[in-house]
């Protein structure tokens, strides 16, 4: 693509979606066309991407729906791991890792949270001890989107119990199916398991599989934290598919017109102009789009993407960062995405109450305020955020606690096998 936006942009992608789409060949064949040409997530830079911005992206977007093609690979691969690789890993592991993103053949989680730590990660107790040219990995994580059925996944484990508690912490690109792992899912109250809790008992990860330095850990990990804040605020802006990637969902072979319409789950929980206008349409439907107060939220729900969209965009001027982008980024979504909530029960009136075949709309609406909760909790709570934004942006006194430099083995533990 030579265009860089505006019409020449779109015309360039409409021809080249007339050449290359075609609903009867596999899902494979086809995401392995979009990696090909920079367009599976034409954010990243080149080779990998095209190094767009927003802007650029939404022209593929529109094209990608007006086509009645499907979306590229989702997931905490695209959405997490790749940026994180790329940032932080060997050529040799960018190239083992990355394309396999892109054209959906491996599918990854995010082995971060424990039961043990809470919100604070660097807390974390799972244990890796080297053996040779491998670590035995033994712990447990939860909260894990997509674990049953990841390829991969982003594991933070501690390596060196003597160093501070944000030292001795080294990322590993952690293979799933071997022996040792345990998923088991998480019901949640919208009827889906998103989630899993994950157990691991001296399974092994190859030391040529750590991402970054050893023992450097929560550097990796606040890159893919950034990154992840940021997404769930909506600054990807990147159209996915329903198919799930990875050998294990059994999607890869499979025609990918058979995906054509479907709609993901409300993995990310986010809002977006898709919401808005949904929004719009049923108080037009219902005869609320004279109601003041409906207008005033509609109007309100409007300037909260506006801000949203507009943080994105500064986001990515470097002159202009102040380091709690992603940070505000999430706050902004999970605050649109209460607004949404409660301007959706004021258009649906009872019907919020209903849901599946007994609904008077497809459930979208009602989905996202069951869901609504979760987003202001993963990806560290909104009141971490808070924390953060204060601390290391705003340079406020940090809370109380302990020398930063006291060995992890000698800080109060819930619970631990050290």
Known sequence: MSATSGPELKSELDAWLAENWDPDISVREWWGRLAAAGL???TLSEPFGKGWGRAETRVLVDAIRAAEAVGSPA???MLLAAPTVLEHGTPSQIERFVPAILDGTESWCQLFSEPGAGSDLAGLQTKAIRDGDEWIITGQKVWTSEGSHADLGMLVARTDPEAPK????????????QEGVEVRPLREMTGRSLFNEVFIDGARVPHANIIGELNDGWRVTNTTLMVERAGIGGSHGLAFAAAHPGSIAGHLDRPVGTFRGKRLPLAAGGVGPGTLNQLSAEARARGRDSDALVRQGLAAMHIDLELM????????QRSQRT??????AKLRMTAALRRARSLASTILGADMTLWGDAAATDGVLQEMAVFSPAPSIYGGTDEIQRNILGERVLGLPREPGPDPATPFRELSQNATSW
């Open 309 to 316: 969209r507009l943080s994105a965009v500064r986001g990515r």
């Open 40 to 42: 599976s997530n034409p």
């Open 75 to 77: 997931g905490l691969g």
């Open 323 to 328: 380091g709690g982008e992603g940070n505000l």
């Open 166 to 177: 944000h030292r001795g912490l080294t990322w590993f690109a952690f293979e799933m199916d």
